[in-house]
Structure formats: structure tokens, C-alpha cells
């Protein structure tokens, strides 16, 4: 194999974007690394682009200017707009390997109902639903009426992580239905809207990389979405996470590849559904069985930050199985240490929070990795530059001592009003 041949480009500008990054960096094919915009933690592994990861045109001049290789996209934005079908159509750009699927494959995650209508059509397990549009509200109403609570009500659009109501009373439930469907509550994006049965269980993360035919799972991981502890309070993108998880044994694995996985990726090719990327099957287990909650096109944040740490195989040449359809031929090798962390965030977050506070302590870190997330050079000082800001990932035997380093480490850091959860893993059992 020919060494330090490849250039990348790598979109994005958070934490799963710099575990992403650090991991391509271990790789000895790796010739040169671009991360559009990237962020303080990218910028020491590689070149920072002040580049918006939906602007195509300037991504085209910086491909063909850099003569990269490969294209790596981090978050849904660029694979909804269809970067990977722009790349496919223009002569200059085709040869180039582009991870993340085309804009058909993307419906799965800009669209709830087309991921439903796909789940149904290939027997996925999912909740059962209907969807509604402003034309038939009141057959809405009847359709909450047939449930019982609490009430599930999603935009079907993409509405920036916010467009997921779960209410305990039917009538706020008819309420917030027109509010969504007749006052644009989450503007287009609830247009039309997914009424679903509510799944009493618990939540794991699914990765799976396919070229389209062929497919790896990647290492399952949990992630702890709500800004309070013990699981209360706003949602946000995330506050910590495992890997792997310890509710989910080999039996319900199986279940998960055989029911969900497999079918997944033999529905892509029965409905002529080109993939090239990562799937992230958002999956509840009830009563030891698994459901789909819902997919999305890009890996999760911050799942990323305990997955990649334990994928052991070279990045690039897994990613190069992906762009030539020869997954089936690549053995995936996982570290079987557990892998944790945890988001120190800005206070505030996940409503308003200030931004430019200085960070310090991050050299005294040992026996974690430091993914940043929200963070920005000033000069020669590094400074909060969003909501979540550092994940503080470790490895240990289990996640009760990997999570111990994680929070032994946390204490060295400082900025002005940091947050985060100091009970990741409270509802897990070694
Ligand atoms: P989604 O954007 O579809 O992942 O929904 C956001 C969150 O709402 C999920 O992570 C779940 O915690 C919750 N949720 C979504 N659908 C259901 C359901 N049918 N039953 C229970 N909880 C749900
Ligand atoms: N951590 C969940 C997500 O990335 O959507």
C-alpha cells in the first residue's frame, strides 16, 4: 500500500467531527487533512476552512484546488441539500469518494414519514403511526383518541432536533397538533405531521456503514440526551455517552441485525436507494425486543466520541471498502474496552449561553482524549464557541471506570458557567 497518499476534507465542526479527525489521523495513508470550518481541537490535526458546509460551490473550488481525494461529511445539513448527488453530477468532481449518502437516502432523515413508510413497507419494527396534514386535522384528533398517553407528535421536517412533542394529556395533545399543522409551530417542517404510539422502554444508538450492498456494524452506544440529571429537562444534542451498552446482550443484538439491519439495507436496494455512509438507527428496547425509533444519515454526537475511539482498523481504508462497494471484504477490528464521555457545555445551554469564555486546564489532561466541540483559537488562547463545548472521553474495563477518569479529568478544566451531568450512566448496571 502506497503511504500518505490521501487528502481529505472533512465537513463539520463539532465534537464528532475532531473524533473523526483524530482517528484519520492515526492512519498512515493520511497525506493531508482539511476540516471545514473544523474547530480549535480539528485545527491541530489538520487545516481549518472557514468554508459553511452547505456552500457547494467554494467546497468544489477547495476540492479541486487541494486536489483531495475523499470527502467525509459529518452533519445531515450537506446530505439533505445533496452534496454527494452534486459531486455525482458534476464531471470534475465524480471520481471523488464522498461518504455520507445521496439526498434520496437523506429523506430518511429529513422526512419522519418517509422513514416510516420505509420501516412498514420492509417489515422494520417500529411504533405504529399515522401522519396528518392541515387538510385532515380533525381525523388527527381521532387518530389521538384511538391511543392512549402519553401522545407522540413529530414534524415531519427537520426542525433542529425540537420537533418532538410527548404529552400526557389528549387535550393538549389535539392543542399542539394544530399548532403544528395550522400555525406552523415548527414552520415547514410541520406541514405535515407523524402521530405515533409511544414505546415505553430504553434507547441505544445503532451505527452501521454500508457501501450499499455490504455493511459493518459499528460499535452500539447510549447517549444521554437531556441537559438535567437523571435524564430530566430540556433535550439537548447530547450530554455524555457509553459504549458499549451493557442492556444489550447477544441475543438482543442478534434481534437488532437480523430484524433491523439486514432489512435496512436490503430495503436500499429493493427501492433503488443509493447509500454510501453511515446509518444511525436510533433504536428502544421494549420488553427485550427492538424497535426503531428513528434514522438518521450521519453518525450521532456525541456517540461519535466513544465509537471511533473503539474502532481499532484503519479509518481510510475502511472508508475506501465504502467508496469501491467492497465492505464485505474488510475485517472491523473493535477494542473491547469500554469507552465513555462526557460534554462539559456552556451554562445556559441548551436555551441562551454566552460564548468567548477562556479555557483552561486542557494540557493537564492524562488518560483521556479531548474531543472539542464549541470551541475557537483566539490568538493563542482556546475560547467556548458554542453550546457544547469539550466531550472528555476515556477508556476503562467497564463504564463505571472509564466514566471515573472522564470526571477525574473534568476537574482540571475551567471556563466561566461550565455545565455538565456528573451522573452519565446513572441507569445502567456493570
Ligand atoms: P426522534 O427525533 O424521532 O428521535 O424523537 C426524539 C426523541 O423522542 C427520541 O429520542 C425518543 O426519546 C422520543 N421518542 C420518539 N418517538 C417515540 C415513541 N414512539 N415512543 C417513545 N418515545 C419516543
Ligand atoms: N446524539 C444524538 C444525535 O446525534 O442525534
Known amino acids: 500500500m502506497k503511504k500518505k497518499h490521501i487528502k481529505i476534507l472533512l465537513l463539520g465542526a463539532g465534537g464528532r467531527e475532531h473524533a473523526i479527525a483524530h482517528k484519520l489521523a492515526q492512519s498512515k495513508q493520511l497525506q493531508q487533512l482539511f476540516i471545514a470550518p473544523g474547530n480549535a481541537g480539528t485545527a491541530q490535526l489538520g487545516i481549518n476552512l472557514p468554508i459553511k458546509v452547505t456552500d457547494f460551490k467554494t467546497i468544489k473550488q477547495t476540492v479541486l484546488e487541494n ?17 454527494h448527488d452534486f459531486f455525482l453530477t458534476d464531471t470534475q468532481l465524480k471520481h471523488i469518494a464522498v461518504i455520507g449518502p445521496q439526498k434520496h437516502a437523506a429523506t430518511l432523515e429529513g422526512s419522519k414519514e418517509f422513514a416510516k413508510k420505509f420501516m412498514y413497507k420492509h417489515n422494520i419494527p417500529t411504533a405504529k403511526y399515522k401522519s396528518f396534514t392541515k387538510d385532515n386535522v380533525s381525523q388527527g384528533h381521532a387518530f389521538l383518541e384511538t391511543l392512549n398517553a402519553p401522545y407522540v407528535l413529530k414534524a ?24 403544528m399543522l395550522t400555525n406552523n409551530k415548527f414552520g415547514a417542517a410541520s406541514n405535515k405531521v407523524v402521530i405515533e404510539e409511544f414505546l415505553d422502554g430504553i434507547e441505544l444508538s445503532c451505527f452501521v456503514l454500508t457501501d450499499g450492498k455490504n455493511y459493518k456494524i459499528l460499535p452500539y452506544a447510549k447517549d444521554y440526551k437531556r441537559i438535567g440529571e437523571g435524564d430530566k429537562g430540556l433535550n439537548t444534542g447530547g450530554m455524555g455517552a457509553v ?3 451493557p442492556f444489550a446482550d447477544a441475543i438482543f443484538l442478534k434481534k437488532v441485525e437480523e430484524r433491523i439491519v439486514k432489512p435496512t439495507i436490503k430495503g436500499f436496494q429493493k427501492d433503488n ?27 450521532g454526537d456525541p456517540e461519535t466520541e466513544v465509537v471511533m475511539p473503539r474502532i481499532k482498523s484503519d479509518l481510510i481504508t475502511l472508508f475506501k471498502a465504502v467508496a469501491e462497494e467492497k465492505l464485505d471484504q474488510f475485517n472491523l477490528e473493535i477494542d473491547k474496552r469500554t469507552a465513555t464521555t462526557v460534554m462539559l457545555v456552556s451554562g ?4 441562551a449561553y454566552e460564548k ?19 470551541t475557537k483559537m483566539v490568538q493563542d488562547r482556546i475560547v467556548t464557541n458554542g453550546g457544547r463545548v469539550l466531550a472528555i472521553t476515556s477508556y476503562g474495563k467497564n463504564f463505571t ?14 471556563f466561566d458557567k461550565m455545565n455538565y451531568r456528573t451522573d452519565i450512566g446513572f441507569d445502567l448496571k456493570v
Open 348 to 351: 445556559g445551554y441548551p436555551e
Open 401 to 414: 471506570e472509564a466514566l471515573a477518569k472522564s470526571y477525574q479529568n473534568i476537574t482540571k478544566i475551567k
Open 243 to 245: 459504549s458499549p451498552v
Open 273 to 299: 436507494i443509493p447509500y454510501k455512509g453511515f446509518v444511525f438507527i436510533g433504536l428502544i428496547k421494549v420488553n427485550n425486543e427492538p424497535l426503531v425509533i428513528e434514522y438518521n444519515v450521519r453518525m
Open 156 to 179: 415531519d421536517g427537520l426542525a433542529a432536533g425540537k420537533g418532538v412533542l410527548i404529552l400526557n394529556d389528549l387535550q393538549e395533545a389535539k392543542n399542539q397538533l394544530n399548532e
Open 356 to 374: 468567548g469564555k477562556e479555557i483552561t486546564g486542557i494540557n493537564e489532561v492524562t488518560e483521556s482524549i479531548m474531543f472539542h466541540a464549541g
Open 67 to 83: 486536489k483531495i481525494d475523499m470527502v467525509i461529511v459529518g452533519p445531515e445539513d450537506p446530505l439533505v441539500n445533496g452534496i
